[in-house]
Structure formats: structure tokens, C-alpha cells
């Protein structure tokens, strides 16, 4: 289904909700990645300068990094129950960054070509089961001890050819046939894996992994480590009395695989195959007028898109060692893609993964898993008041009521009132507030104040 947004030709983001001007003539576009200083032109554009124009990507980055010592110093500080009522902890956090990636992955192919692959959850699937039965042994020609980075690309290599065989088809056809033909193959998919019993002994729930995951350099022992609630820890690390827990190695090694991934989305969309693949959104006819043939450059974004589907994919796989049809193949999986982009902005890149955590951050504060408002309110509230009724009605009963379950009733709220309200997703918003790329204008804005 092709998609554009005549109001804001823009696309393209380097991280921070930035996008590409395009100018679908066939001309290359301006970039705000080509917006550097006038000494880049005469050979003198230095590190510091290229450090000063990605600054805002550098904090991004930090406050990923940081996140997980800030969180354990509030959480143990006099404000802990609030932190674990309004803050997602890092379990989230990971669901954040593997989701997140996927959310990219769906957005590099719907958000710059304009084709909304419906049938996402695929790629994602197919890696993820990949990785598991090869680590269970039921896949001939890998060894069951094949190191899981392996599996990770070649898992994902499998999405791409995938990939190019539904390309192979639907891209000869456009609007929302293309959306169906891709749903449809998904939906196949799905139930054809759900009634397999060579994958598990209950297809419908789906198989285990009966190994471990390392993330890491294959074969080398000591740089690599073990992800998931029982992975690698580290206590006293490196003698200074500094712990660190399996769910926070898990979220740092996941952390920098999806940070590499989504580098190379960015440089892909930066380069002029990405430029292409916006005059496509934009102007297909005549983006072929030009010359372009369209179909190969359509065929060959779908396998990079779904290349990093399935890198989420076995990532989720690998941590979660745990998999299901319901939570690979179904294709209420892509939705999830499609709602955090929008939220965060579809054709931003960097947006999927801030709808992500919004989305994340809403859920995990409307739920009871591991905090809430609902669990946070019973606390801080004296009994006496909760069990006072009015008109037969408690104050408990009204908090269980709104409350508890109903993170799904507020999370579609939300998402009708982005689409109403917020159309461009919260990046491609502050980029139009601030009035331009957000890489250029955050720190301009700020050297205002300063002055």
C-alpha cells in the first residue's frame, strides 16, 4: 500500500526524528546529513566537527546506557515505589530494544517506500524459530553447538530471501493488494507453523531453547556473553565492588546489537539507494521516468527490511528461549510495528523505537506484573479510605475497575488520539516545532537560552 505525506515531503532520520528532504525529479535530495559545515566542502571537516553535528545522537545513546544505574539508584532511594510504579524496569527496557529494532525494521520498508508490509511478523518468526530448532537439533546441516551469532544472520539471511520470494510477487501489484498479499502469506505462515508437530511437541505453544545464547564474537569464550534471566553475571566486577545482574548484561549486549542494526538502517537510507527509495514514496511514476527501475529497488529494501526483522527476531529468541506462533508469526505482531510507528513517527527510523518505549512505558505502568499505578495507589492510600464506599461504590473497587487489566482499553485510546492529534508521530512532531531536523535545531534552541 503506497503511502506519502504531501504536507511534509520530508523523510529519512538519522536517530532523533531527523528527516530527508525529497525531491522526487530524480535529483539528489538535501540531507541533513549533508548539512555539514562549509569546510567539509575544502577537506577540513574534523572529528570535533563531526562530534559537535551528532551530539544529540551521542545523548541518545548515553541516556540508553545510563538508563540502568540511574534506575537502580532511584529505585533504591526514598522515591523507589514511585520509580517502580512510573518507570519501566529493565525486563521492559529489553522488550524495548528487540521490539524496537523490529519496529525499525517495518518502518525501513513502509515509512520510505510507502508499501505497508502487512506480513512483517514473518521475517521476525522465521528467525526466531530458526534460531531455536538449530539450538534444539532439528535442523540438518547445523550442529546443535552452532554459536548463535551465527544462527542471528543466518536466521536473518533466511527472512531476507523470504523476503524476495513475497517481493517476487506482491511488488508487482500496488495499494492495498500489496498489503493483503502480504498479511495473507503471513497468515499462512502462521497457521501452518501453529499445526507443525516437527517444531515442538505442542506447536501451538511453541518450542524452547535448550541452550543458552551468547551474544558476542562466535568461538571466542571471553568476548561474548550469556543473555537472558539466567545468563552472565558479574559481581565485584573488575574489583571495585560493582555488580551487575543478568538482566542488565542482557540489556546491554542486546542494547549494541540493536544500536549496529540501526546504524545501518541509517546509513542504507542516507546513501543514495535511500534517496531512491524516498522518490519512490513520494512520486513512483516518476521516480521510473527518470530511469530508476523501481521493482529492484522496491525487491531489495524489503530484503534489507526484513533482513533486521529477523535480527529481532532471533534476538527475542535468544533471551526469551522461549517462542510461540502467537508471539512470532500472528499478525497482531506487525500491528504492534505499526502502532509504535506512528506513534513515534513512520518514516523517521529512529521514531519506532521512541513509540516503542512510550508504548512500553504506558503498558508497564498500567499493568501489575511488576508495579503499576493500580498496585502503587493500593500502597500509598490507607485502607480505611479504600474501603470507604460511596453510593456503594469503594474507592478499591473503582481502582480495580479502571485499572487493573485495562492497559489494552488505554493503549487504543492513546493511539486514536496520536492518529487524530499527533499525525506525525512524536519525532516527526518536534522536528516540526522545532523547525527543522532535530540534530540541527535542538542545539540551536538551547544556545539561545544559553545566551
Known amino acids: 500500500m503506497a503511502i506519502s505525506d504531501r504536507s511534509s515531503p520530508s523523510s529519512g532520520d538519522d536517530g532523533t526524528g531527523d528527516r530527508t528532504e525529497t525531491d522526487t525529479t530524480g535529483t539528489e535530495p538535501d540531507t541533513e546529513m549533508d548539512e555539514q559545515p562549509e569546510a567539509k566542502s575544502t577537506g577540513a571537516y574534523s572529528l570535533r566537527d563531526h562530534i559537535r553535528n551528532h551530539r544529540v545522537h551521542a545523548l541518545v545513546v548515553l541516556a540508553f546506557a545510563l538508563y540502568p544505574l540511574i534506575h537502580g539508584m532511584l529505585a533504591a532511594s526514598p522515591v ?12 521492559f527496557m529489553i522488550i524495548v530494544l528487540y521490539m524496537g529494532l523490529f519496529a525499525m525494521s517495518f518502518d525501513f520498508i513502509s515509512g520510505y517506500t510507502g508499501y505497508l508490509s502487512f506480513g512483517h511478523a514473518a521475517f521476525y518468526g522465521t528467525s526466531a524459530y530458526f534460531v531455536v530448532l538449530v539450538t534444539n537439533g532439528n535442523v540438518p546441516f547445523f550442529p546443535e553447538t552452532t554459536p548463535f551469532m551465527i544462527l542471528l544472520v543466518v536466521g536473518s539471511t533466511l527472512a531476507m530471501l523470504l523476503a524476495f520470494l513475497i517481493g517476487a510477487v506482491s511488488f508487482r501489484l500496488t495499494g492495498v493488494y500489496f498489503a493483503m498479499i502480504t ?31 551468547e551474544i558476542g564474537i562466535p ?5 561474548s556473553v550469556e543473555i537472558g534471566r539466567f545468563g552472565d553475571s ?13 538482566t542488565t548484561v542482557s540489556y546491554y549486549a542486546i542494547g549494541l546489537v540493536v544500536l549496529l542494526s540501526y546504524l545501518a538502517m541509517q546509513r542504507i537510507i542516507h546513501s543514495p539507494f535511500g534517496r531512491v527509495m524516498i522518490a519512490i514514496r513520494e512520486n513512483e511514476a516518476r521516480a521510473k521516468a527518470i530511469g530508476y527501475n523501481t521493482y529492484w529497488y522496491k525487491m531489495v529494501a524489503f530484503g534489507i527490511s526484513a533482513f533486521f526483522g529477523g535480527v529481532a527476531g532471533a534476538l527475542f529468541a535468544g533471551y526469551a528461549r522461549a517462542i510461540s506462533p502467537e508471539n512470532t508469526y500472528f499478525f497482531l505482531v506487525t500491528a504492534d510495528a505499526l502502532i509504535t510507528a506512528i506513534i513515534g513517527g513512520l518514516g523517521t527510523l529512529a521514531g ?4 516503542t518505549a512510550f508504548h512500553q512505558w504506558l503498558e508497564d505502568m498500567l499493568s501489575t506484573d511488576s508495579g503499576g499505578i493500580a498496585l502503587y495507589l493500593r500502597d ?9 464506599e460511596v453510593v456503594g461504590i469503594s474507592l478499591e473497587l473503582l481502582i480495580n475497575a479502571a485499572l487493573d487489566g485495562r492497559a489494552p482499553l488505554y493503549l487504543g485510546i ?16 518536534l522536528r516540526d516545532r522545532l523547525g527543522g531536523t532535530v540534530a540541527d535545531r535542538l542545539p540551536e534552541h538551547l544556545d539561545r ?3
Open 80 to 91: 523507589g515505589s514511585e520509580v517502580n510504579a512510573f518507570l519501566p524496569g529493565l525486563t
Open 183 to 213: 498479511l495473507g502469506v503471513a497468515q499462512v505462515m502462521y497457521e501452518g507453523i501453529r499445526n507443525w508437530d516437527y517444531v515442538a511437541v505442542n506447536p501451538q505453544e511453541g518450542p524452547t531453547l535448550d541452550e543458552s545464547a
Open 219 to 223: 568461538f571466542v569464550e571471553t568476548l
Open 234 to 246: 558479574f559481581t565485584d566486577l573488575l574489583g571495585l565492588g560493582i555488580d551487575i545482574s543478568a
Open 352 to 355: 519506532p523505537l521512541f513509540g
Open 380 to 388: 500509598v492510600i490507607p485502607e480505611s479510605v479504600l474501603e470507604a
Open 414 to 429: 492513546v493511539f486514536v488520539l496520536f492518529v487524530l492529534f499527533v499525525p506525525n508521530g512524536i519525532l516527526g512532531s
Open 449 to 451: 537560552y544559553r545566551r
